[in-house]
Structure formats: C-alpha cells, structure tokens
C-alpha cells in the first residue's frame, strides 16, 4: 500500500507509512496535564496545530484533539496518560489502524482537493488541521505546507477517496 | 451552498459539515409518568412549523461535532444566527437592530 498511488508533474498522490494516532477527549482546563504527558504543548483553538519531531497534535472540536507520535511510542504515550487518569479523567483512544494517511502534493494540491472537499481551503493555515468531508467521506485535513497536506480517511472509505482522487489526478493532467 | 457559522469552531463552514436536528429549545419533561397521553404526544410530535423565523438544533457532525442552535427564516432560508446549545433564544428585534 506504500506505493505512489497517482503522480504527474503539478501533484502527487501518496499513501504513507502508519503513524501512532490517538483520539483524545479532555476538559480544555485541563490541557496542561495533557500537555505534560504528551510532552508537546496542545493547540487551543480548533483549526490549530503544533509539531515537535515526531509529535504533532490537532485541535478538532472544543475538548477533542488528535494527537500523532512515531508507531514505536504508542505504548510509552497510552501509559503516560494512564498514570494521570485518576487525578485528571480523560479518554484517550488509540485509533492508529483506524485510518489511512493519503499525502498530497504538488502545485496542483488544492485543485485536486476541492474537487470533493467543499472548505475554502486557502483558509486552513499550515501547521492545522481541520475535520470535514472529502465527497460523502469523513476526513481530517492536515496542510504540511502551502501545496502538501495529508487526508486521514477512515480503512473503508479509502478504496472510494482513492478512486476519486485517482479519476481527478488525470483529469488535471489531461488539462480537464 | 449555504454556509453556516459554527458557535463553536467560530467559522463559517460550508452546510456539507452539518446536520440538521429538528426543532430548539423542546425540554423533555422531568416526569414522562405524571403526563397524559396527549401531552407526551405533543411533546413528542407537536412542532410549530413556523412561516418564517424558526428556531432549530443544528449539529457539526463533520467538524466539531457539536450540536447548537440557529435562527433561521423558513421563507428566505437565510440564517439570522447562530447560538451555543444551553443559550437563550436570541431577539429577532435586536439582532435587525445590529445589523
Ligand atoms: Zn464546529
């Protein structure tokens, strides 16, 4: 699966390796013990995110953020939150095969993006990330950089983004 | 496509995010057995279905997932606000006032 899906010139269409991916669920009043236990100090404002290495954490909904570590760390990640769970009670869930990671870049990443996502997406700044819809699937958005984002989309919408990104990369490169 | 401003994420985000969810501000009863029959109808079924500015619960189902509540005007389908789920229904007088 970690061969290029599509690629011309203007963008290119990638599946990427698994990360360690959580869900976490933790009362904004709070956030500094998540903070602690993650090592990376969480985004407060929903759109936002922060990088450090390996690390990275989005802010999705008022208390809910994604949080990405290296597929090795997972382990070390859920016990640092275990151990702050009866002080501060939280949810963490581990959601690392739950979905894909499609990265798309290129010149031409935006075009191909809006051909199903319905955000105006020059407002996402780089470093965020924001939860919506690509077609009919629910995905979350993460702009890399002003023309490299990656879509995390649920194992069984994959095989449907994929295709629809597949028809619209040739599309664009017929000059459609 | 109509664009709906989310109270929560603060932005306007295209209506695809969203999910309609009935009408605002119906509290359930604190005591279904003390009701009659036709008052747990009404509760159940009974809505005003207003010509013109309607209270309703939308939910950011493909954002923040968040339910909260809009005005919005049946006739135009233009939406006056958006509100936090647990706030009052704002006045439609100060609102226009605003504007
Ligand atoms: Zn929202």
């Given at each position: 699966m970690n061969a290029p899906v599509t690629n011309f010139d203007a963008v290119t269409v990638t599946v990427l390796p698994p990360v360690a991916r959580f869900n976490l669920r933790i009362a904004p009043a709070d956030l500094a013990v998540a903070s602690k236990a993650l090592d990376l100090s969480l985004p407060t404002r929903i759109g936002q995110g922060s990088q450090q290495g390996d690390r990275a954490a989005y802010c999705i909904g008022p208390d809910e953020w994604l949080l990405h570590a290296a597929e090795e760390e997972q382990q070390a990640i859920a016990a640092a939150f275990d151990k702050v769970r009866t002080e501060t009670p939280h949810s963490l869930v581990v959601?690392?095969?739950r979905e894909v990671t499609i990265g798309i870049s290129g010149p031409a990443a935006v075009d191909l993006l809006s051909v199903a996502c319905?955000?105006?997406?020059?407002?996402?700044?780089?470093?965020g990330a924001k939860r919506t819809v690509f077609d009919y699937a629910q995905v979350t958005l993460i702009r890399d950089g002003e023309d490299a984002f990656r879509l995390e989309v649920w194992r069984s919408y994959v095989p449907h983004v994929q295709g629809l990104l597949d028809v619209a990369t040739r599309e664009l490169a017929a000059g459609l | 496509m109509l664009l709906i401003h989310c109270p929560y994420c603060d932005d306007t985000l295209p209506e695809l995010e969203f999910a309609y969810a009935g009408e605002a501000h119906i509290a359930r009863p604190?005591?279904?057995?003390?009701?009659s029959d036709e008052e747990w109808r009404d509760f159940l079924f009974i809505r005003?279905?207003?010509?013109?500015v309607h209270a309703e619960r939308w939910r950011h189902i493909h954002g923040c997932g968040r339910f909260f509540n809009a005005l919005r005007d049946t006739v135009s389908d233009r939406f006056l606000t958006t509100y936090k789920a647990g706030e009052a229904r704002p006045d439609v007088q100060t609102l226009e006032a605003a504007e």
């Open positions: 959601i690392s095969d319905p955000l105006d997406l020059s407002r996402i700044p780089v470093g | 604190a005591d279904p057995s003390k009701l005003t279905n207003v010509k013109g």
